[in-house]
């Protein structure tokens, strides 16, 4: 060990420092590493709240860049190193330190993985509703920092609607508590919703507090086939309107199906189009309500086939599917590029038609899938040549769609966020005003601008 990694290794232990060119390697990008790697100097991996802060006044003295690093599961470079330093991976943070029943809260360190967590608190019949697909590897101080979502949120919300205090590790390595283990809380400007999404522009988040709610004691999953995507896509808004609010409610194509149905036993029929994975919860009298109401949609909408699935393990093997529908169609595809626009429901028609468009005018495989339940849609681009003119199409691409989501109302990332892959569009979304202003911010919180440059704003180096 030399240079930074000899003297990250005094402050900290050898154990928590990895400088091996290969180590430095693996940590050189997120899932989007086919558009930019950046090489760190270390990787320190801090075992306590002490250890962060200890790195975080280092890297201030002498100005040394930090990115901060859950699972790398981000799907917008987010944690990829851009101007080299440190990477701070928070996985050695794992701890559950509280679950309280009574007063409905958790309290964890930051590299807790988000499975696990859901685990402990269902054990206890509590519920932590957010449920990103990369649930499987991906951090809760990831989710906080990404304001992570999944397809609960239709009815639950988002990571930000349960987060009730985090403890931060600011650039200059002070340590602050925001919020309240309360449900209430009004304390001069919220800091615990500004770090929420902020990712790692401002400080490490060491520490998460959350609200929790009580398990729901049903669940019931069905699949609604459809003649076209047009259709589909009609039905998403149609059924909220019409008084039921899924649990889930998740719009997939034929092709997805298609995939999906490698995990199924049966199988979904391949007659449709499009199709809609839906959970509904609650209650077993509010459960059945709801999917009495389901049906007659279903059948007003003259929907091909309508499967309730008969019981929750089967119920599983659905959405076990689901969560692998990703990395399965990385298998066969050798480039995946998840774009995360999200337009207002009643718009979802309107999305889908046009990308279908997209699609064949400029000639590239470009399926569509999500949430749908809450608008957010991920179209996606699969690629198996990598020629130039297909990279420029897939550029040309992303740029029509996120500027056809902010035409229909809609935002540049519902739960991705924006890490460097989506800053070139801030300006569409935010104007300069705004950005001037969050700038402002970052520099209120990260003076010298160590806090993953890069990212968001650009502040502190290139784009
Ligand atoms: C197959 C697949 C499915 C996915 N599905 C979803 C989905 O349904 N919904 C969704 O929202 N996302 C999804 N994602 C994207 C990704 O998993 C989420 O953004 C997740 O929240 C990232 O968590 P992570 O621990 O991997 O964070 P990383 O990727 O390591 O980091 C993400 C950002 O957070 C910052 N960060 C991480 N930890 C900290 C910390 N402790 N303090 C400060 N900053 C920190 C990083 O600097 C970076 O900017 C998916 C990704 C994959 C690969």
Known sequence: MKGLAKDLGGLIGRQGVWSDPEDLYAY????????????????????????????MQYAFKHEVAVTPRGAGSGLSGGCTPLHGGIVLDMKRMRRILEINPGNMTAGMEAGVVLRQFHNAVERMGLFYPPDPQSQEVSTLGGNVATRAGGPRGVKYGTTPNYVLGLEVVLPDGSIIHTGASTVKYSVGYDLTHLMTGSEGTLGVITRVTVRLLPLPPTRRTAVAVFASLDEAATMVAEITVRGTVPAKLEFITQGGIQ????????????????????????????VEEDAVRLEALCKEMKVLELRMVPDEKQAQTYWKARINLAPAILSIFKRMIIEDVTVPRDRIPDFVRWLQNLSASIGLVIGVGGHAGDG????????????????????????????????????????????????????????????????RIKQAFDPKGIMNPGKLWNYGGAA
Not at 30 to 51: F, N, Q
Not at 388 to 398: D, G, M, V, Y
Not at 415 to 428: D, T
């Open 28 to 55: 050189s990008t997120d899932m989007t590493h086919y558009l930019a790697r950046g090489m760190p100097e270390a990787v320190v991996l801090p075992a306590s709240t002490e250890e962060t802060a200890k790195v």
């Open 259 to 286: 995939i999906m149905n490698s995990f199924l036993d049966p199988v979904l029929p391949l007659t449709g189009e499009a199709y809609l994975l839906i959970e509904l919860d609650g209650t077993p009298a509010q």
């Open 376 to 439: 957010n849609m991920h179209p996606t681009i699969v690629l198996n040549d990598f020629s130039q003119e297909n990279e420029k199409k897939a550029r040309e691409a992303i740029e029509q769609i996120v500027k056809y989501g902010l035409s229909l109302g809609g935002t540049i990332s519902g739960e991705h966020g924006i890490g460097f892959h989506k800053a070139p569009f801030l300006l569409w979304e935010l104007g300069q005003t705004q950005i001037d202003l969050q700038r």
